[in-house]
């Protein structure tokens, strides 16, 4: 795609950068009365040491203010991809004063004063034997950081790979720090008393799931099953970008236990977080408290097979909207529902109810209204429906198309329409993003509508599909119809911005 400096795609539910390109998801938590999303961004893609952590706050998960975040490397490294924890109890030594934030990240030390950039998700790529695991630290709420005198903390090349992604939380049963760390095509697990000295305790993954590409960003976290009061826990792996493979870079999870050393799954089906194209390295808030089995998850939402080719300049990616997490069973399996966070619709000023509206072929729904954001929230019932869809009409001739075919059993996203004329697509925009959901009388849709992105969930949150969209305007007109049969909407809505 041809760059440009366009405004109209900058979005105003997600997080997005006022300059330069962001990725890579370094930590979400929960401080001080502020959320804190930390991030890597690029200022140039060719010089390693332009790669810096951002730092933004905010009250609601919606709205973030950007900070100066001061974090200096030092001999050692710089930061590469990595998390960020809260140290309530001082198990560090660190925090005599009271909590304090703790970074832990994979440290790489360039052989030259221009390095290119190496932390990218061609395999062949990650060859610098100078990959460790270091740590620095915050006492004035991540404004300012200093580097642990004693990095790295770990270093781990087992197998001639690298360890990296380092992703730490608190296992409240053992009192000990937990690490998950990317291993090529698996992960290792680390347990740890104070956040400095580690121990491998076990290994996971050369014979489960997908391995289509390298396994990066794992995240393990306990999450709720809903209706009970009982728990599951959840390892979430990021696949990076195989170019001989057709999706790019996606995101698999496992369900299963964990007993404070190893991660137990219970079948090795594969199953994606999102079948959309643009969600990727996702990272869950971490719970420092360990009492709220809650959890609050945000992606990277776009996707390593055309990241370098979006039609913008100053700015470059954004984050997906956060997602409350739960478990739901599901024909003996347990799948992850995904729902935006509640506070999500307090940034709508208008509201139209559909309940009662019925929509047949002859007489589809239709508002015809300019926006600029949208939450298009659908509870249907159906009998003998061959397939209903939303039409986004972004222009005369641009749109995008969210549908449920019941015969097929697909819900998809078609967005090879949904481009700027003076644009050239990449081809993975030409593809369609679907998945299978079993039939029913019933059906849910919610579909959020951002300047550059559509995130469409089905199936009250069990399937969820993301895609970035670069269209002249947001949007002019919303159409909902129907093929084969008729469609009664109850409980539903459109809220708008």
Excluded at 8 to 37: C, Q
Excluded at 408 to 430: A, C, G, I, Y
Aim: proline share 5%; aromatic share 10%; net charge negative.
């Amino acid at each position: 795609m041809e760059t440009s400096d366009l405004q109209v795609y900058k979005p105003r539910l997600h997080f997005a950068p006022t300059h330069h390109r962001v990725h890579d998801i370094s930590g979400l938590v929960d401080m001080g009365g502020e959320y804190h999303l930390f991030y890597r961004y690029e200022q140039d893609h060719a010089i390693q040491q332009n790669i810096r952590w951002g730092h933004a706050v905010s009250t609601d998960l919606i709205q973030w203010q950007e900070l100066d975040m001061q974090m200096q490397w030092d001999e050692r490294g710089w930061a590469q991809s990595g998390c960020v924890v809260v140290d309530t109890s001082n198990t560090s030594g660190l925090f005599p004063d009271g909590p304090g934030m703790v970074a832990i990240y994979t440290s790489q030390q360039p052989t030259t004063s221009q390095q290119p950039i190496t932390d990218t998700p061609d395999a062949a790529d990650q060859t610098i034997p100078s990959w460790n695991i270091g740590i620095a630290y915050s006492h004035d709420g991540g404004r300012t950081w200093l580097p642990y005198a004693g990095n790295p903390v770990l270093t781990d090349r087992e197998n001639g790979t690298v360890c990296q992604d380092p992703r730490v939380f608190w296992y409240r049963p053992k009192g000990c720090w937990i690490m998950v760390l990317a291993t090529g095509q698996d992960v290792c697990f680390y347990s740890s008393s104070n956040l400095l000295n580690w121990q491998r305790t076990s290994r996971f993954g050369s014979k489960h799931g997908s391995h289509e590409g390298q396994w990066r960003y794992p995240d393990l976290f306990r999450l709720n099953i809903e209706g009970t009061e009982s728990c599951k826990w959840v390892l979430l792996i990021s696949m990076a970008d195989e170019p001989a493979l057709g999706n790019g870079s996606r995101t698999q999870y496992f369900v299963g236990s964990f007993d404070g050393r190893q991660f137990m799954p219970d079948d090795n089906r594969i199953q994606w977080l999102d079948y959309g194209r643009d969600h990727y390295g996702s990272i869950s808030l971490t719970d420092h408290t360990q009492r709220d089995p809650k959890r609050i998850q945000i992606g990277w939402m776009n996707n390593w097979r055309y990241a370098d080719e979006l039609p913008v300049a100053s700015w470059n990616g954004a984050m997906t909207l956060p997602r409350t997490l739960t478990l739901r069973p599901c024909k003996n399996r347990m799948l992850i529902c995904q729902r935006p966070v509640a506070e999500l619709e307090r940034h709508f000023h208008e509201k139209y109810k559909l309940n009662g509206c019925t929509i047949t072929e002859q007489q589809p729904y239709e508002l015809t209204q300019p926006l600029n954001i949208a939450d298009i929230q659908l509870r249907m019932q159906h009998d003998g429906l061959q397939e209903m869809g939303v039409i986004i009409h972004h222009t005369a001739e641009q749109y995008t198309v969210i549908s449920y075919n019941a015969a097929n059993e697909l819900f998809s996203v078609k967005r090879d329409h949904s481009s700027s004329s003076d644009l050239e697509p990449h081809p993975l925009f030409q593809r369609g993003q679907q998945v299978h959901i079993p039939p029913s009388s019933h059906l849910s849709l919610r579909i959020v509508l951002d300047r550059c992105s559509i995130e469409a969930f089905a199936g009250d949150g069990m399937y969820a599909i993301t895609s970035l969209i670069f269209p002249d305007r947001t949007c002019e007109k919303i159409t909902m119809y129907t093929v084969g049969g008729d469609v009664r909407l109850y409980d539903s809505w459109i809220l708008v911005g």
